[in-house]
């Protein structure tokens, strides 16, 4: 047995992901699944979205002010898991929906620089706290965001020397339709993005479900060549849900999801995450066609 | 143990939600499940819309026209039900989905006006019927409405004088974007509806997912307050469907939902009712992400 | 007990249904029930669609290239199936979403005439094998398509003389809107259609989800009529999908199937089909509505 998928991303902060509503047993539940299909790692997609929190932020309470109310503190039940179950835990920063949309960098900059501080605070000492994932997503060069990604590394660093991960889509046909861009503006664009993110950020995870099926190893190796020139360490985001129907989302075909694994490691990045396990890809899943994708993924690592 | 949601919408002529396929028993098993979780009120959607009907119509029969067929009475099973479990239901009204979206009140009123009368000489002698819902929703002052009111109201109260229920929508950011109004326009047009509508109806309920999440306490007061200086009564109607995410709708994540409760309960409405139970918020629905919530929010009513 | 559909649709290769992630096994346990409720016909919705295809194909590998790869070859599955379960399977043909859609009718018709020449080759002995069905769907008269049908019906016929359907859908109000065209526009358009494929194309089975439900049995009495008038056989493919809901798509009402299926039966079609029973209207289904669908027309049919 060979796992393909070695981390996933925690989404219960969405903006277009259904809540499964589960409790922390349900949770514990699936982590204990996770464990046994080889994830090692869990990255929290975001610690705080616009009004939603996944702990009872002092921080965010300030700077933003009416909050929906926390239920279940998220972070400590994920860290606490984590723990559990003997895998690192990212932690995903705040995405205002606001500030860093409408130009105000500086702002989404210093409420985060703020918010991370509370964060190691209230949680620095579980084990299993690892990495950082700065869960602003771009796809081409943006100064402002390098300003971002700049001041708030540095900043993280300070706090706990651990990696920073981020995981950019490409400004690809599938998502962008007329608007994307070329394979080799893509490339000149990152080149330039690494150039300028390389000591600052130390892992990168393309999404994998922007760009054409059949372009997708030409990305992929690309990719990696780019990130290996800038001393980055190189991820794969495989998706595990569906962009090729008008439902959004269900569980994605097994098909699609193996040759995507399968391309990703023949363009040998370094380590394959999925976003995400637990709702498109789980035997514990609310989607019945998760727990199909599930046995289907689970008979082929165990058969190779 | 403190109920939260005592009344909840019976969807089974819809627009926008799917089937369940459900026959008596299934429906019947449901209805256990209402009675058990404290609902005591049900309501009837719509008894038709367009061509589909909820019973053998002779009205909509001469006065449509060319109407679906009719394999289960459903509001003689819903009586039936609401008899059995000790409910009060609420009739709602016929939407022709033309007349009055294209300005013709003066039709969709006599419509329902003979439609009802079919009903309280076929039904009027169950003694679960407690209620009339209008069904015709609106978001602010429109003339036209006021007199499908006014007039099919008159007629309602001569038929059976049982309370008449509305559920009207905010016309608020989160289903109207730029075209929204403000919260003071929002206050200036109930005024007025209300000043117009006293004595006409009795209970009205607003659909709580229009306006931003922190927004709701603060139109929930004034909707109390205002539908109180003119005698009304006010319940909220507490959707338990998500609007925030593509897939139009999943089940709501549990912790919107019990915000939005506590927030009614804050705002000292007299009655919460869902939208709906079946669907959403039921250990029987067809969406397993439904089963989840309802065990959420029983786990949180149980130990409150 | 008089089964109503007798013939559904294999939709594993499919551009807006999502994948329910099935194996060999669960592809047998389907057809094991299509068998029980009266199945005898399975129709494979197209064998190719774009970068997809449903086996090895070298034909598609050297006239299209980059391939998503193939796991399990599921002509042979579905072919080895439909002969154990004594069904006739109709092949249906590639489709490359890119050729005939930008006018280049040629390309389409030689791809198709070298890859159904191949599947004779490497399945012919098969002895489910018992129609073609020529998957590109059209609404009116459009020359290049006839051209396509013509020529692509001949080689058809020659490489196996076993009958040709095509399942075309009503450029009704249900799908266009505004640009839907009238009852007579439809009439005079497949009158010349007809008069065109008379000879050429065998069955045809009209998708009856386009128009309003009321004016369903005039479209299919007309078509039967006009079909029968150049000597077509008339199947009708009653969608098990429901098209009147935002989400795209769920499980359809069971009384709207039985609306259709009763309204095809009066109108005397010879075959009912489905589009399809797997996904929409299977005990086996990863939705649960469709669950329910299937029980509520099993009871149906068990009792007529």
């Not at 300028?196 to 990305?219: E, S, T």
């Amino acid at each position: 047995m060979k796992p393909a998928l070695t981390g996933t991303f925690l989404d219960e902060i969405t903006h277009d992901i259904p809540s499964q509503n589960w409790r922390d047993r349900d949770w514990d539940n699936d982590f204990a699944t996770m464990k046994e299909v080889g994830i090692d790692t869990v990255i929290l997609i975001r610690a705080g979205y616009k009004d939603q929190v996944t702990f009872n932020s002092q921080v965010l309470q300030e700077k933003i002010g009416k909050l929906l109310p926390v239920y279940t503190d998220l972070v400590q039940l994920f860290l606490t898991l984590a723990e559990k179950y003997g895998m690192t835990f990212y932690f995903g920063t705040y995405d205002s929906g606001n500030y860093w949309l409408n130009g105000d960098y500086q702002t989404e900059t210093e409420i985060n620089q703020a918010f991370c501080e509370e964060f190691i605070r209230r949680y620095g000492d579980y084990q299993a706290f690892g990495g950082w994932y700065i869960s602003h997503e771009i796809n081409t060069y943006d100064e402002g965001m390098m300003q971002v990604y700049e001041e708030l590394s540095r900043h993280l660093k300070k706090l706990r020397d651990v990696p920073i991960l981020i995981s950019p889509y490409i400004k690809g046909i599938k998502q962008f339709g007329e608007t994307a861009i070329s394979f080799n503006e893509h490339i000149t664009a990152w080149d330039s993005i690494f150039a300028r993110l390389k000591g600052i950020v130390d892992i990168v995870a393309f999404q994998d479900g922007n760009v054409a099926y059949q372009d997708l190893p030409h990305y992929l190796q690309a990719n990696c060549q780019l990130a290996k020139k800038y001393g980055l360490t190189v991820w794969s985001n495989v998706e595990s849900f569906d962009r090729d129907v008008p439902w959004k989302f269900p569980p994605i075909d097994y098909r699609k999801l193996r040759y995507k694994i399968e391309q990703a490691e023949a363009a040998q990045v370094d380590k394959l995450i999925t976003f995400e396990f637990s709702h498109f890809l789980s035997p514990n899943s609310t989607f019945p066609a998760a727990r199909q994708l599930y046995q289907r993924y689970w008979e082929w690592i165990t058969q190779r």
